[in-house]
C-alpha cells in the first residue's frame, strides 16, 4: 500500500475548467491478488473510451477505482490539478458521474426520487431541492425518454427502464465526465443505438448548456460498438493494459484473438464503412489461448495490423 501522504489541490475547484481524466500507473490489490497493475489512461472532454477486455480483466475494477469506490494500492487519479483519491464524496461527485453495473437503491424509490438524488452534490445544507434542481432532473429523464416514468417505483421497471433511469440520474448531476459500467446491458437493440448515440452526442456537442462536452469512459463487451462510438480503446488483460489507443490500432484480429481466447475474425462487409468483428468457433480458425497466460501485452505500434476502410 502506498501511503504516501497526498494534499488535495484546491487552487481550482471548478468542473467547467476541468479538461482531462488521467489514471497513472493505477494498481488495486484485493485479497492479496494485484486486480489491476501500472494501467495508465486518460479521457478527455470530447471523448468516448471505450474499455474492454475478457471477463475477470479488471474492468469494472478501475471504473471502482476512478470512481472511489475502491481506493488504489498506488499510482495517481486526477482530474486538472484535483486528486480524486484523496477528494471528498461531494467534490468527486462535481466532477465523475457513474452507472453502475448494479445498483444499491431501495426498490421503493420512485424513478422521480432516484433521478434527484444526482443532485445530491448541489443541495443546500438542510438538502433542500430548488426549482433549478428539478428542472434539470426532468431533461435528464426527457433525454433518456424515460420522463412517462417519473411516478413508478424502481421495483416496478423492467432491467432496461432502470437502466435508463441510472443514466437519468448521472446526467443530472451535471458533471463533465461520466463513467458507465456495461451501459447496454439490459436494453434491446433499439434503446442500446439510441443509449450509444445520445453518449456519443454529448461528447460531441453537449445536451446541457452547463457542460456542453462531456468525456464518456465506458466498459463495453461488443466490439462492433466500440469501433463504431468510441474515439479510444483501453484493453485490459489479467489486469494489465495489453493495448491503448484508436479503434483502428487496438481491435486488430490477432490481438483480440490472444486477449479473449477464441479467434476473432474482422470484414468490411458492415454497410456503414465500420468493420464487423466475428468469433470463431475452433474448427473454422479459432484459437485457445488462456487470457493473461502465454502472451504478452501488446502496446507496440510496429506490429502488423490488418486493414480498416478508409
Known amino acids: 500500500m502506498n501511503l504516501n501522504i497526498r494534499k488535495v489541490t484546491s487552487a481550482s475547484h471548478d468542473p467547467d475548467a476541468a ?34 477486455g475478457p471477463n475477470g480483466a479488471g474492468k469494472s475494477t478501475l ?20 486528486d480524486l483519491v484523496w477528494a471528498s464524496p461531494r467534490q468527486r461527485a462535481r466532477y465523475l458521474a457513474v452507472v453502475p453495473q448494479n445498483h444499491q437503491l431501495p426498490l421503493a424509490f420512485t424513478v422521480w426520487e432516484t433521478v434527484l438524488l444526482g443532485r445530491t452534490p448541489y443541495v443546500n445544507i438542510l438538502g433542500q431541492v430548488s426549482p ?73 456537442n453537449g445536451a446541457t448548456s452547463s457542460f456542453p462536452r462531456r468525456g464518456v469512459l465506458m466498459v463495453l463487451h461488443d466490439l462492433n460498438q466500440a469501433v463504431r462510438y468510441a474515439d479510444r480503446v483501453a484493453l ?3 489486469g494489465r493494459l495489453w493495448a491503448w489507443g484508436t479503434p483502428r490500432e487496438v481491435l ?3 490481438l483480440l484473438s490472444r486477449a479473449f481466447g477464441v479467434g476473432i475474425a474482422m470484414t468490411e462487409a458492415a454497410p456503414d464503412g465500420y468493420p464487423l468483428f466475428i468469433p470463431l468457433p475452433p474448427e473454422d480458425g479459432g484459437v485457445t489461448v488462456t487470457p493473461g497466460l502465454g502472451a504478452e501485452p501488446w502496446l507496440s505500434s510496429t506490429s502488423s495490423r490488418a486493414s480498416y476502410p478508409a
Open 19 to 52: 479538461g482531462k481524466l488521467s489514471v497513472e500507473h493505477v494498481t488495486v490489490v484485493l485479497q492479496g491478488r494485484r486486480v489491476l497493475e501500472d494501467v495508465s489512461l486518460s479521457l478527455e472532454r470530447g471523448q468516448i473510451v471505450a474499455l474492454i
Open 132 to 204: 433549478q434542481d428539478e428542472a434539470i432532473a426532468h431533461q435528464a429523464l426527457a433525454q433518456v425518454e424515460a420522463a412517462h416514468l417519473v411516478e413508478r417505483r424502481l421495483a416496478e421497471l423492467s432491467g432496461g427502464e432502470l437502466q435508463r433511469v441510472l443514466l437519468a440520474r448521472a446526467l443530472a448531476q451535471g458533471t463533465p465526465f461520466l463513467l458507465l459500467d456495461e451501459p447496454t446491458t439490459h436494453l434491446d437493440l433499439q434503446y442500446q443505438v439510441t443509449l450509444l448515440t445520445h453518449l456519443r452526442h454529448l461528447a460531441d
Open 63 to 82: 471504473i471502482r477505482a476512478i470512481s472511489g469506490v475502491l481506493t488504489p494500492d498506488d499510482g495517481e487519479i486526477r482530474i486538472g490539478n484535483i
Open 252 to 254: 486488430q484480429p490477432e
Open 236 to 238: 485490459l488483460v489479467a
